[in-house]
């Protein structure tokens, strides 16, 4: 059974940071580009950032450029989200998924449970 279980979550001030975690277990994700998206109350899903499967091509939505990495580790089935300069439009929930034919689309097979994100101003 595929499982992808985020970690990391929780309340932070504007400009503080959070690293979310994106364990999957049940097959090897390292082939694969992964994603993370997030989703703030009344709003849809938003595409966040996606990472290639070497790890050597990343995308980000224009909101967070400059301010979230995304990056993996293959040894430990692991995505990581480094969020710094948190601002309190980066509330949401966060959720990872993989393998993705086109992250930005939210074309993903595997979705997680997701993590809350809370940016106090």
């Known amino acids: 059974q595929v499982q992808l279980v985020e970690s990391g979550g929780g309340l932070v001030q504007a400009g503080g940071s959070l690293r979310l975690s994106c364990a999957a277990s049940?097959?090897?994700?390292?082939?694969?580009?992964m994603g993370w998206f997030r989703q703030a109350p009344g709003k849809e899903r938003e595409f966040v950032a996606a990472i290639s499967w070497s790890g050597g091509s990343t995308r980000y939505v224009d909101s967070v450029k400059g301010r979230f990495t995304i990056s993996r580790d293959k040894a430990k089935n692991t995505v990581y989200l480094q969020m710094n300069s948190l601002k309190p439009e980066d509330t949401a929930v966060y959720t990872c998924a993989g393998p993705c034919v086109q992250a930005t689309m939210g074309y993903c097979d595997y979705w997680g449970q997701g993590t809350q994100v809370t940016v106090s101003s």
């Open positions: 049940g097959r090897t994700f390292s082939s694969y580009t």
